[in-house]
């Protein structure tokens, strides 16, 4: 059973005490497919309702400058929280970003919720889709992922259209999250005898209205299978996390060696945009020379921020949150809001500079 909720740095709260606004309140409906209509415009809450009809709606993002209120009681820890936080650059179209490793422990997952809830905290459009059968990335932003879930299985599986299992995630008003159930374990080997089956997920995603997103951040398992294939596929950017040690090495050339498989067959738009340092440990001479080995290779695409092993990091999923609000004075929180203020400065790969 998770914890009770718990906001800030606050205590946390009773598991079973009754929460305002409950997540599936904040749901498109799962149990059809066709159910859930994702439209851009109003800035209204995640889900509104007519006629029997759950309709997710995307809030509108907010512009560059633009003073951002929600969401600013809950960074009051963070350095120079008192100052009013305003909106980062958005890229000129929606980017989606692969974030990949075979190597597992090396804070895919965490990399994923925390830069989609900084990118979403500053004014865009995040989705996460949890491609992970593990179904981590879904825990921590709190989406139901139970057996029996609509879930991204049968987007890959059932063709069925991604938009209707999209849900909004509670306390982050324009961040959504794809779940992933233990369904996607077996998907791999359902897989195998499909036409096309490398591009299930990219077959979705094109017929799903990008406009709507600013980002689309997967999230994929330890591997470098079929799930991985198809997130590959569908992505113009991989973004690679590297904890600071030596095993994390061994391995990202064949990492690297599929990225390029895919980008020669499948994907000629495929590019390694982002490097991400992570599980930073500055006390020991290694983390310092793999950093610096990281960078020496490969130049511009690691990013200037590095993410500190941080206890905060690892305690916010089991209270149903990411590090941004679980904590975020944390170290680990500001890292990872500067990593995410990095990204959004850039632009992804054959974009126009954001703006």
């Known amino acids: 059973m998770r914890p009770g909720r718990r906001t800030g740095a606050g205590t946390a709260a009773p598991a079973d005490e009754p929460q305002a606004g409950g997540k599936h309140e904040n749901q498109a409906g799962t149990g059809d497919s066709g159910t859930g209509d994702l439209t851009s415009g109003g800035a209204g809450a995640g889900v509104a309702t007519g006629g029997g009809r759950h309709e997710l709606v995307v809030p509108a993002a907010r512009r560059p400058d633009e003073e951002i209120g929600a969401g600013q009681e809950a960074r009051k820890a963070t350095a120079g929280a008192n100052r009013p936080e305003r909106a980062w650059p958005r890229p000129g179209s929606c980017r989606v970003i692969t974030i990949a490793n075979q190597k597992g422990g090396v804070g895919k997952t965490t990399t994923a919720v925390n830069l989609a809830a900084a990118l979403a905290q500053h004014g865009s459009r995040v989705l996460v889709i949890d491609l992970d059968p593990q179904g981590n990335a879904s825990t921590a932003l709190d989406v139901e992922h139970r057996v029996g879930t609509t879930s991204i299985y049968h987007v890959l599986v059932d063709d069925q259209p991604l938009v209707g ?89 064949q990492l690297l060696r599929t990225v390029d498989l895919v980008k020669s067959h499948l994907n000629p738009d495929l590019a390694v945009s982002t490097i991400l340092l992570t599980m930073f440990d500055g006390r020991t001479r290694l983390a310092t020379q793999v950093a610096d080995e990281v960078r020496e290779h490969f130049g511009e695409v690691v990013l200037e921020s590095i993410i500190p092993r941080n206890v905060r990091v690892s305690e916010a999923p089991s209270y149903g949150q990411s590090v941004m609000t679980y904590d975020p004075g944390s170290s680990g929180a500001v890292a990872y809001l500067e990593a995410a203020r990095e990204m959004a400065h850039r632009s992804g790969p054959g974009q126009p500079a954001a703006g």
């Open 165 to 253: 299992i999209i849900h909004a995630v509670e306390d982050i008003p324009l961040l959504y999250c794809a779940p992933a159930t233990i369904d996607l374990a077996g998907a791999e080997i359902e897989l195998v005898p499909m036409v096309a089956r490398e591009g299930r997920l990219s077959r979705a995603l094109r017929a799903y209205d990008e406009s709507q997103l600013d980002y689309i951040l997967i999230d994929c398992p330890p591997s470098l299978g079929l799930l991985t294939v198809n997130a590959l596929v569908a992505a113009a950017e991989v973004l690679i996390p590297i904890q600071c040690e030596y095993y994390a090495l061994e391995g990202l050339e």
